[in-house]
């Protein structure tokens, strides 16, 4: 059925991580852009919402609620509206929970699940990207050679999230005996593993306040039991998809924020003897905001859904995150433009959303749905 | 619930839509060519389809609301053809116009009607409030009495009746304006020509005078003779019927776009081009690029359309979003068309293939129903807080 209405329970969702995405998020970007950290109260203050455990299952002691790509993208843009760095940390380890629920053999799902169902946050991450220019997902420059019944893992990875201090990295590698979405196979990998080393905090253009960190694989041995989803390998494409369904969600959010500070900003701002937002150039930029953001919104809406059909949800996936990150880049662009000289000025976000809105816009594996 | 994904009933009509909506397609090239002739009121292909409506028995509860039904069905229709249909209803847009707020007596006397909406003159347009057409009450006959110049006036040809828009007092502005119903043949109406346009040829657009043409006095649709003073809320009553249409023409719009893009693609395959979305868009060769952005705005802009449908099919308040889905619909299908003839080239244009007739059927589309500027500004009054005092 194509129904656009939210159930009672996504509606409370929504509104309490609104709130809290303005009162947590939002008060304190700022300082952890500049300081290019996130404190760990912060991190701790996020995992007593329960976003990682509630969809986890009760035997392996989350909340055992309904695993809801939905729901998560609701979640998503509202954390992003308060600061999408901080939203993006506070949901790193269900990057890597949810890829063990949706993808782990039952040994897995019992060995590491129990891990983000305790009292504190528990930081484990995936490494999806790489370095070098024209990132691919379906040409990893990763190698998995097999060797035994388990694997061996040679390459770099970068802009791994939370890589400072997560106790695993799910590692995306190619397993050259085949190609495509088949290739692509998830490996456990556990921080002290021989082998690995693990790179200085990143210096990226945005996104700050969410530090990464580059691997380096050097002949990494991985045992057969923590190759993800065993025998079989895994479902990388859907892995694919919920995670561009999910950074797109995040720039929705970062776009509604934009969106909503340039209108008081418009308001309030004269210029020859009226508010700017009385002119058509400002206010046509204002109503264009207003569009994207709810066309970018159903596209991702509508790829979340796939996924929770089960369905193959790559297209609508990639056609999302295509269409958000083009329209994000334009509204952040257009809101320092609103601001005028005062968007280019720190005092304001709008110039560092415009930052992590460039940066958004060319990220995978950074978030998950 | 959010859900996106379309029930067993709802695909199956939707598949039948454009299994018809492809049979009109092999007329298409013939009436954009005769632009004098009308398409026929039903096809002989028509014969072998069930009438439209009666797929809609057996609908269950958790199947796609009949309002979000009805865009996909317009978008399916119009993939196969604009101006061709397999079977033409009755209905214009002066019936919409009657069903919002036409008087209990004028409904049941006009509804068997087809009745055209004439609201622009040559000299106005997108501001309805500077109708020049007038229309004076001669107490002594109980008559309206009609003077003025419409065009652009959709099924005008076909027609049997039109919802005209006059000024009781152009003083007044906006409050002063009022539709009144004038039947075909009244004495002084007079159809003076079909327009000649860029696309949509088939489709019977008419240019319309009225001279001394008198109506009687109960033809004044939804009956209140008096001007209201400083509001114009019957104004914005006239304005409501725009929520269900202008997604309606959004949706139109984007039908003949998805025409377009599934024959770019198509011919994209045929030269060897592998169009998948599975890889980063960085690693595809740039048409493919451009295939893909194209299909995410076409996707977005329906999606906008079935959201202000779906508002008004759950009874909520949808005239920003029927705003929103017609200002993205409408820049959405001149970016898809013109796109698309970018992406194929010199064949693009050849009109050997239909895109170059999608390219200037979709034209429309950000200029009837009020333009796409317009929809701005009824966006931006409403995110901004403005009369239209205040933003103009």
Not at chain 1, 131 to 145: H, I, M, Q, S, Y
Not at chain 1, 271 to 294: C, H, N, P, T, Y
Not at chain 2, 159 to 184: P, Y
Not at chain 2, 334 to 344: D, W
């Amino acid at each position: 059925m194509i129904s656009f209405g939210p159930t009672e329970e996504q509606e409370v969702v929504r509104e309490a991580m609104r709130d809290f995405a303005e009162e947590a998020l939002r008060t304190v970007a700022r300082e952890c852009d500049e300081s290019a950290s996130v404190p760990d109260a912060l991190l701790q203050q996020v995992w007593e919402l329960g976003l990682t455990a509630t969809q986890i299952p009760e035997e392996f002691g989350g909340a055992g609620e309904e695993r809801s790509p939905v729901t998560n993208v609701l979640v998503l843009e509202e954390l992003a509206y308060g600061d999408a760095a901080l939203a993006l940390a506070a949901v790193v380890p269900s990057l890597f929970a949810n890829a063990i629920l949706d993808h782990g053999t039952e040994e897995q799902k019992a060995k590491y699940l129990p891990l983000f169902t305790g009292e504190s946050f528990h930081a484990a991450s995936l490494a999806m990207v790489e370095p070098g220019p024209l990132f691919d997902v379906l040409n990893l420059r990763t190698k998995a050679e097999p060797k035994g019944d388990g694997f061996v893992l040679s390459g770099q990875k970068s802009l791994v999230p939370l890589g400072d201090r997560a106790s695993h990295f799910l590692v995306l590698a190619h397993n050259t005996a085949q190609e495509g979405f088949a290739g692509i196979e998830g490996f456990i990998v556990p921080r002290d593993a021989r082998g690995l080393t693990i790179g200085e905090p990143e210096k990226n253009l945005g996104l700050r306040g969410l530090p990464t960190v580059g691997l380096t694989l050097d002949r990494v041995e991985v045992a057969a039991a923590d190759r993800l989803g065993g025998e079989k390998g895994f479902d990388a494409r859907r892995l694919v998809a919920a995670s561009r369904t999910a950074l797109s969600a995040v720039m929705v959010g970062v776009s509604r924020a934009v969106m909503e500070y340039a209108i008081p900003y418009a308001k309030d701002r004269e210029a020859f003897g009226e508010a700017i937002a009385k002119k058509q150039a400002i206010a046509f930029m204002l109503s264009d905001m207003r569009i994207e953001v709810d066309a970018m919104r159903w596209l991702v809406w509508k790829a979340a859904s796939q996924l929770e059909h089960g369905l193959d949800a790559t297209r609508a996936a990639h056609l999302a995150r295509g269409y958000c990150a083009r329209e994000s880049m334009k509204i952040a662009d257009n809101g320092v433009q609103v601001l005028g000289g005062h968007g280019f000025i720190r005092e304001h976000p709008v110039e560092m959303w415009y930052r992590n809105a460039r940066t958004l816009g060319v990220l995978e594996g950074s978030v998950t749905c | 619930m959010i859900d996106f994904v379309p029930t067993e009933n709802d695909q199956k009509i939707l598949d039948t839509v454009r299994r018809e909506a492809l049979a009109c397609r092999k007329y298409a090239r013939y009436y954009d060519e005769h632009e004098e002739e009308f398409a026929p009121d039903e096809l002989e292909e028509a014969k072998d389809f069930p009438p439209t409506m009666s797929l809609f028995a057996g609908r269950k509860e958790d199947d796609t609301s009949v309002a979000v039904m009805s865009m996909l069905l317009s978008a399916g229709q119009c993939w196969g053809d604009y101006t061709v249909r397999m079977r033409r209803g009755k209905g214009g847009l002066g019936n919409a116009a009657l069903r919002a707020a036409g008087t209990p007596e004028q409904v049941s006397k006009w509804e068997g009607l087809t009745l055209a909406m004439a609201i622009t003159e040559p000299g106005c347009g997108s501001d309805p409030s500077q109708v020049q057409t007038t229309a004076v009450l001669d107490e002594a006959t109980d008559e309206w009495v009609i003077n003025g110049e419409k065009i652009f006036v959709t099924t005008g040809c076909r027609c049997e009746g039109v919802v005209v828009w006059a000024t009781l007092d152009r003083s007044a502005g906006r409050a002063g304006i009022k539709s009144f119903l004038i039947e075909k043949g009244a004495p002084g109406f007079e159809v003076t020509h079909k327009e000649k346009k860029l696309g949509i040829r088939a489709d019977d657009t008419a240019a319309m005078v009225f001279r001394d043409c008198r109506i009687p006095r109960g033809n004044l649709l939804g009956g209140k003779e008096e001007i209201p003073k400083e509001s114009s809320g019957g104004f914005r009553g006239v304005m409501k019927t725009f929520n269900m249409t202008r997604p309606a023409v959004a949706a139109i719009g984007l039908g003949i776009a998805e025409a377009a893009l599934d024959f770019t693609r198509e011919q994209l395959q045929g030269a060897g081009f592998v169009v998948e979305y599975g890889g980063s868009l960085q690693s595809q060769p740039a048409v493919v690029q451009k295939l893909h952005e194209l299909e995410g705005k076409f996707e977005a802009a329906m999606l906008t359309v079935l959201n202000a449908a779906w508002l008004s099919g759950e009874g909520k308040p949808n005239n920003v979003e029927a705003s929103i889905s017609k200002a993205k619909g409408g820049s959405a299908v001149r970016e898809v068309t013109q796109g698309c003839i970018e992406i194929l080239g010199p064949m693009g244009i050849s009109r050997d293939h239909l895109l170059e007739k999608w390219f200037r059927d979709v034209r429309i589309t950000d200029i009837y129903e009020g333009t796409g500027e317009i929809q701005r500004m009824i966006i931006a009054r409403d995110l901004l807080d403005y009369t239209r005092k205040e933003l103009n």
